[in-house]
């Protein structure tokens, strides 16, 4: 099983940026999809942004115009580039790889996961 392990969170502004980052150990990204997900205290994981191995994009409502997601199928490495950042934004941010190479709703739901990460505090505060 693939580990996978999340960077690059912290404390922003509303209105500022901050760049994830999750890479792979004791395996690859293959060809799954690669997607990231929040989770804020008391509340269910929520999908945010997904991608697959050819660069199909897929992203929650909430975060479409102000999110971006790409992924470096070689370093296996895939970023969320969060910007024009609000305090709702504030969770626990985790990479996940599924295990299916198309997006799907089921995907979408928080099913079809292989591997979780450990997940990346954001914090959206002035």
């Known amino acids: 099983q693939v580990q996978l392990k999340e960077s690059g969170g912290g404390l922003a502004q509303p209105g500022g940026s901050l760049r994830l980052s999750c890479t792979a150990s004791?395996?690859?990204?293959?060809?799954?999809?690669m997607a990231w997900f929040s989770q804020s205290p008391g509340k269910e994981r929520d999908f945010v942004a997904a991608?697959?191995?050819?660069?199909?994009?897929n992203f929650a409502d909430s975060v479409k115009g102000r999110f971006t997601i790409s992924r470096d199928n070689v370093k296996n490495i895939v970023a969320l580039q969060m910007n024009s950042l609000e305090p709702e934004d504030t969770a626990v941010y985790y990479c996940?790889?599924?295990?299916?190479?198309?997006?799907?709703?089921?995907?979408?739901?928080?099913?079809?996961?292989?591997?979780w990460g450990q997940g990346t505090q954001v914090t959206v505060s002035s």
């Open positions: 996940a790889q599924s295990t299916n190479v198309y997006l799907d709703d089921a995907l979408f739901q928080g099913n079809n996961i292989a591997s």
């Open positions: 991608i697959s191995y050819g660069g199909s994009r």
């Open positions: 004791g395996g690859t990204f293959g060809r799954n999809v």
